[in-house]
């Protein structure tokens, strides 16, 4: 099962979109689980959020075993600084671990105009279905039209015109074996 | 030339690993708690020395536990030196692999047999960078077309051993090591990276036949000189000529067929006929067979022995040969001017013969 909990006022038709999605994408049962506080600890003297300490500090909800737990917010994250920079910050999840977290700052503003709205939900259900994606040790890939592209490479493009809950075959296959496994 | 089986190119790979930074030489040097990475493996965590009994043999082993998934391995003492373990890169070390993988990348290796080999080769011995290498040369090899299934996985498991070697080294998840990849490899728009010099990678020091060569020592090699006793170094003039020779025989079939006759005594025919073939045209390979056995052998005997006046009379025994061989490649080139004409010939024959139906009819 996942479970979407928002840490922010998210629109109920995003949501459902997004449940939809995700159910097609990995079969998965998926189900809003309510809204919570943003955990207010891990936010940086800058005012954006440590993605790494907002995880750790998200509040808990009552999952199984087998659950994974995706957290939603409109905060701006920030990562480690790397060698050669930081690179920006969609979200974060541990690789083989049972939660996520997304954040919708970096997205194209909602709007009120249909396309519009149907961008930003692809968008949403697209880095929802990556950080998952890392809950499934997948790793990154080179392919941009696999849904594990990195969120902030060039080659992806604005408006995805590719199907929201494709893996390239590589990483699908993968996943096929973890999720049997 | 012999090609080398491949045992023993497994042997002489395994003598001649160059050391990457941080190379473990010894079971000595390793001691509980130290953090090593094992080629194509991972990283692992040393966790003591063991002692078994197998086959009647008291063995002693270097226990290690991935630190990914708690596999254990055991190593034997004696074998800790050969494996290629070495310790995790350092966080300068790790800085380099950056610089290394946001650097542009010359044209890739489009040869997937040379390509495969040296990869492979880096992953064992070339350290941290080794395995940049290859993650960034199959990362800009997919940019150009798909890769293939085998290079994918290679791919993968490179890119695997390389997150989880930064992830160690920076102490930051696995995730993020490989966001900073990624973000070297592929930047946002709009942002520059700040690159230095990337470092130099380790020179693999394979097996000689996977190392591209210098031209001259190619020619050399061609020349198999080496097979005939042949001290280049006291040659080296006479090589010149050699060389400059052979150049005119290809070019200029029909002069060194000419000159041919007396010089030519003294060569050592084995070895022309057979580099001439190759290269040349039917028509002119007529002529230039002649040239090499002229040229090539000329420096053996003056370099051995310089007393050529009692080699004169060998010489002209040995010279038989060469005439005949010139006389054989018109014998062989005979039989085509033969079938030419044929059809000319077999063309009045017909001609009677229509004549000689309708005679009949």
């Not at chain 1, 750790?56 to 075993?65: K, M, N, Q, S, T």
């Amino acid at each position: 099962m996942i479970r979407i909990v928002t840490l922010a006022p998210f629109d109920e038709g995003d949501i459902a979109f997004l449940s939809k999605t995700l159910y097609r994408s990995f079969g998965i049962g998926t189900e809003h689980q309510g809204d919570r506080a943003l955990p207010r600890k891990a936010e940086l003297p800058d005012g954006r959020f440590d993605a790494l300490k907002l995880l750790d500090d998200a509040p808990p909800v009552r999952a199984y075993a087998d659950d994974k737990v995706v957290y939603l917010t409109d905060v701006e994250l920030a990562n480690p600084k790397g060698p050669l920079g930081e690179p920006p910050a969609w979200g974060h999840a541990l690789q083989g671990g049972e939660r996520a977290l997304v954040s919708t700052f970096r997205f194209r503003p909602r709007g009120v105009t249909e396309a519009s709205i149907e961008v930003y939900r692809r968008r949403l259900a697209r880095e929802c279905i990556h950080f998952i994606g890392h809950l499934w040790d997948l790793h990154h890939c080179y392919d941009a039209r696999c849904a594990m592209h990195p969120s902030w490479s060039p080659s992806l493009p604005e408006d995805p015109e590719f199907e929201l809950d494709s893996f390239c075959r590589d990483k699908s296959e993968r996943r096929i074996r973890l999720a049997k496994t | 030339m012999r090609t080398p089986g491949k045992r023993e190119r497994a042997e002489k790979q395994e003598e001649e690993v160059p050391s990457a930074g941080g190379t473990i030489a010894s079971s000595s040097d390793l001691k509980a708690g130290d953090r090593v990475v094992y080629p194509k493996q991972g990283v692992y965590r040393v966790t003591g020395l063991e002692q078994k009994d197998i086959a009647g043999q008291r063995l002693e082993f270097v226990k290690m536990t991935r630190e990914e998934d708690g596999a254990t391995v055991l190593v034997p003492l004696g074998k800790v030196a050969t494996i290629g373990l070495r310790r995790v890169a350092s966080a300068e070390d790790i800085e380099g692999v950056f610089h290394y993988l946001g650097a542009s990348y010359d044209d890739p290796e489009l040869d997937w047999k040379v390509r495969h080999r040296d990869n492979v080769e880096r992953l064992i011995a070339g350290g941290v960078l080794g395995v940049a290498e290859v993650v960034k040369g199959l990362h800009s090899l997919s940019r150009l077309r798909p890769l293939p299934a085998k290079e994918r996985e290679l791919y993968d498991s490179s890119r695997h051993l390389l997150v989880n070697e930064i992830s160690v080294a920076l102490g930051v998840p696995a995730v993020i090591a490989e966001d900073y990849i990624d973000y070297a490899l592929m930047p946002p728009a709009g942002v520059k990276l700040p690159l230095k010099t990337p470092p130099t990678p380790v020179e693999l020091k394979g097996p000689p036949w996977k190392r591209k060569k210098p031209a001259a020592a190619e020619d050399e090699d061609d020349l198999g000189l080496a097979e005939l006793g042949i001290d280049l170094g006291a040659l080296e003039g006479a090589a010149v000529g050699e060389s400059e020779d052979s150049e005119e025989g290809e070019s200029e079939g029909e002069k060194p067929a000419e000159e041919g006759s007396e010089e030519q005594a003294a060569v050592p025919v084995k070895v022309a006929p057979a580099k001439v073939a190759p290269p040349k045209a039917p028509a002119t390979v007529k002529a230039a067979k002649p040239a090499k056995p002229a040229t090539a052998p000329k420096p053996v005997p003056a370099a051995k022995k310089p007393a050529p006046p009692p080699r004169a009379a060998p010489p002209a025994k040995k010279a038989a040969p060469p005439p005949a061989k010139k006389a054989a490649p018109p014998a062989r080139k005979a039989p085509p001017p033969a079938k030419k004409p044929a059809p000319k010939k077999a063309a009045p024959a017909k001609k009677p013969a229509k004549p000689a139906k309708g005679k009949k009819k």
